[in-house]
């Protein structure tokens, strides 16, 4: 009886080892609220390469553009400005992913973008490294969090107005300008709230 309980023991334990051998193998499950329910929670880097949070946005308003330096919509730029500059002090920011994915309008490197966005434009808001916006394995977190709105950009300068909590509360295609009062009233609606 003591050499079947002996062999039983070892192999509990053998069972145990491998139990738990196959246990930290396994792929653990995603933390409670490991999933992104915010746009500040997501992180990229700046046009310049660094590092980029987008948590220091929380709390205030954003409307987030792929922009592109060689397309029709580019004089858009003007009028994103305009709203940085207008709207900046009541917090609010514009925010630029440059995207070379709609007829290859924005090809150049991140120097040249900058260098576009300042001398042609004289771009203050902040600028994203180029990212990819459509749907696929290269895409973007911040456009797969944005897609998951159901609107994905179908050419460059479209806009999804960010709430001060990270939500998208409206989606303008390309088209819609950056002063159209519709535009204006999402931001305006997301700041009073």
Not at 43 to 65: E, H, I, R, W
């Amino acid at each position: 009886m003591k050499r079947l309980s002996a062999v039983c023991v070892a192999a509990m334990f053998a069972a145990a080892a491998t139990f738990t051998a196959h246990a930290a193998q396994a792929p653990k499950p995603a933390a409670a609220g490991g999933a992104v329910t915010s746009f500040y929670d997501l992180k990229t880097n700046t046009l310049d390469g660094k590092p980029g949070s987008l948590a220091q946005y929380k709390g205030k308003v954003s409307l987030v553009v792929n922009v592109a330096s060689k397309c029709g919509f580019t004089p858009q730029y003007a009028g994103l400005e305009k709203l940085q500059r207008d709207m900046k002090a009541r917090g609010f920011n514009v925010l630029g992913f440059p995207s070379n994915d709609f007829g290859g309008q924005e090809p150049g490197t991140a120097q040249e973008i900058a260098d576009f966005c300042r001398l042609t434009y004289d771009v203050t808001f902040p600028m994203f490294e180029k990212v990819v916006t459509k749907a696929g394995p290269t895409q973007s977190p911040i456009y797969s969090f944005l897609g998951a709105s159901g609107n994905l950009p179908a050419w460059n300068f479209s806009k999804y107005v960010i709430d001060k909590q990270g939500k998208i509360v409206a989606f303008f295609p390309s088209k819609v300008e950056p002063n159209d009062p519709a535009v204006l009233a999402a931001i305006e609606k997301a700041i009073k709230s």
